[in-house]
Antibody
């Protein structure tokens, strides 16, 4: 059974940092692109970043470039999102999704709240 | 970037009636290499992650009832719920996965009339 579990969310002040993690199991993690998608309260889905199977290619939405870093550890079946310079408009539920698009598997999400 | 535009933003349909949601991409998402449309549809209920409904524009995901169907090609796509059930009240999103960034549409809220 495929499982995708995010962790690391919480309350942080503007300008602060958080590191999100996504633990995956039930599939061959190293053969899939992985993606972070976020959803601000009451808003739609926003693609944030993705990373190629071997970590060699990474892409970001313009609003997080230079502040967020996506990474993965295929030995640990884990995906990460290092978020620095957090802003109030980064407040959202952050989902880990399996694949490049048309995601078959999603985690339940982890809430990041940026507020003073 | 390929921008996805959904319409309408919301719609109210009577139980048992048809619901139709449209999705338009700013560029074609039809691949000439495999003749497939890189377009997916998702359903999201409150407090839950999105659930995949349709891949490749018209292929139902595993376990999705056959009242859900996807159609279209190139830049214009449609999700149809043939006979709306109470459990279909949700937000629906299209997404292209033709290239990076694989953007989502703005979403359509489906309610019961």
């Amino acid at each position: 059974e495929v499982q995708v579990v995010e962790s690391g969310g919480g309350l942080v002040q503007p300008g602060g940092s958080l590191r999100l993690s996504c633990a995956a199991s039930g599939f061959t993690f190293s053969t899939y692109w992985m993606t972070w998608v976020r959803q601000a309260p009451g808003k739609g889905l926003e693609w944030v970043a993705n990373i190629k199977e071997d970590g060699s290619d990474k892409y970001y939405v313009d609003s997080v470039k230079g502040r967020f870093t996506i990474s993965r550890d295929n030995a640990k079946n884990s995906l990460y999102l290092q978020m620095n310079g957090l802003r109030t408009d980064d407040t959202a539920v952050y989902y880990c999704a399996v694949g490049f698009g048309g995601f078959e598997y999603w985690g339940q999400g982890t809430l990041v709240t940026v507020s003073s | 970037d390929i921008v996805m535009t959904q319409s309408p933003d919301s719609l109210a349909v009577s139980l048992g009636e048809r619901a139709t949601i449209n999705c338009k991409s700013s560029q074609s998402v039809l691949s000439s290499s495999n003749n497939k449309n890189f377009l997916a549809w998702f359903q999201q209920k409150p407090g839950q992650p999105p659930k995949p409904l349709i891949y490749w524009a018209s292929i139902r995901a595993s376990g999705v009832p056959d009242r859900f169907s996807g159609s279209g090609s190139g830049t214009d796509f449609t999700l149809t719920i043939s006979s709306l059930q109470a459990e279909d009240v949700a937000l629906y999103y299209c997404q292209h996965y033709y290239n990076t960034p694989p953007l989502f549409g703005g979403g359509t809220k489906v309610e019961i009339k």
